[in-house]
């Protein structure tokens, strides 16, 4: 099964990047808002660059002198199953993912005419979504060491494995 990651980077400002294992690498869309557990909020998800493998991983500080510097966390990870209704490229991607946090079925909609660097992200049914709360607010800290961003900040600050954009 693939991998997906999504890391809470606090860089000029906070946001959420989203990853997905795909032939290789990590397709990556950065969220300003973050994602949702409830299908009525439909979040913003502006795709970057793909991120090499290794970064899926990465939480520590980013370095001043690099691109992306600030905290970054591993707000959630696990696999997931490719449940599109055709390819990537047809701007509709739909997942079903297994982390700690998110589960269940999400799409990624391209949004047409808008620059194609503007997906939506959103929570579908499937009896698994929140009706109500902020699963942002509710569950805050790392997947992976049960630490705060501020906790991470405090640190040294360590160079991610590959280079960051966004
Ligand atoms: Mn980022």
């Known amino acids: 099964m693939p991998l997906f990651v ?5 860089a000029k400002r906070l946001h959420y990047d989203f990853r997905l294992e795909k032939d ?16 009525s909020e439909k979040r913003l998800a502006v795709a970057v660059d793909d991120h090499d493998l290794s970064y899926a991983g990465y939480e520590g500080v980013i370095p001043e002198t690099s691109y992306g ?8 990870t696990g696999t997931y199953r490719d449940i599109s209704p055709a390819g990537w490229e047809k701007g509709r991607i739909e997942v079903e993912l297994s982390g700690t946090k998110l589960v269940g079925k ?3 909609i391209q949004m047409k005419g808008r620059g194609e660097k503007n997906w939506l992200l959103m929570k579908m049914k499937d009896g698994r979504e929140h009706r109500q709360g902020d699963i942002l607010q509710t569950a805050p800290d790392s997947a992976k060491t049960g630490r705060s961003l501020e ?4 640190e040294s600050p360590t160079p991610p494995p590959c280079e960051v954009k966004e």
């Open 6 to 10: 999504i890391q809470k980077h606090h």
């Open 69 to 76: 510097a600030g905290p970054v966390m591993v707000w959630d």
């Open 151 to 154: 906790e991470i900040q405090a």
């Open 106 to 108: 999400f799409a990624l």
């Open 24 to 39: 290789g690498v990590l397709v990556s869309w950065a969220i300003p808002k973050g994602p949702s557990m409830t299908t």
